[in-house]
């Protein structure tokens, strides 16, 4: 089982960019993605996961309306697209297996991939 972020980079604020978690060794839609980010200084953090099926989606409040994750099962990948980038925003960020609940728990996730930097200027 392995995770690999990518498509991290530099962004403007008010930018957008996707990341991408490519799945090997199992096939992502019969498991629970999460993805988590990192800020300098901070603690990791959920920020959004999709469940086993499609209709399972959260996303913390910080990113909602601004960030999509979704699922290509051709392409055995999981995407988070982002939308209208913050300074804040930037940060390492993590995709995971899981399971995917309201409040996207770091706890409840395991495998986790590398992660890929994300970085915005204002």
């Known amino acids: 089982v392995q995770l690999q972020a990518s498509g991290g980079g530099l962004v403007q604020a008010g930018g957008s960019l996707r990341l991408s978690c490519a799945a090997s060794?199992?096939?992502?839609?019969?498991?629970?993605i999460g993805w988590f980010r990192q800020g300098p200084g901070k603690e990791r953090e959920g920020v959004s996961c999709?469940?086993?099926?499609?209709?399972?989606?959260y996303y913390k409040d910080f990113v909602k309306g601004r960030f999509t994750i979704s699922r290509d099962k051709a392409r055995n990948t999981v995407y988070l697209q982002m939308n209208d980038l913050k300074p804040e925003d930037a940060a390492v960020y993590y995709c995971?297996?899981?399971?995917?609940?309201?409040?996207?728990?770091?706890?409840?996730?395991?495998?986790w991939g590398q992660g890929t930097q994300l970085t915005v200027s204002s």
């Open positions: 060794g199992f096939d992502v839609s019969s498991v629970a």
């Open positions: 995971a297996t899981g399971a995917c609940t309201y409040n996207i728990r770091q706890i409840l996730f395991g495998s």
């Open positions: 999709i469940g086993t099926t499609d209709s399972t989606i």
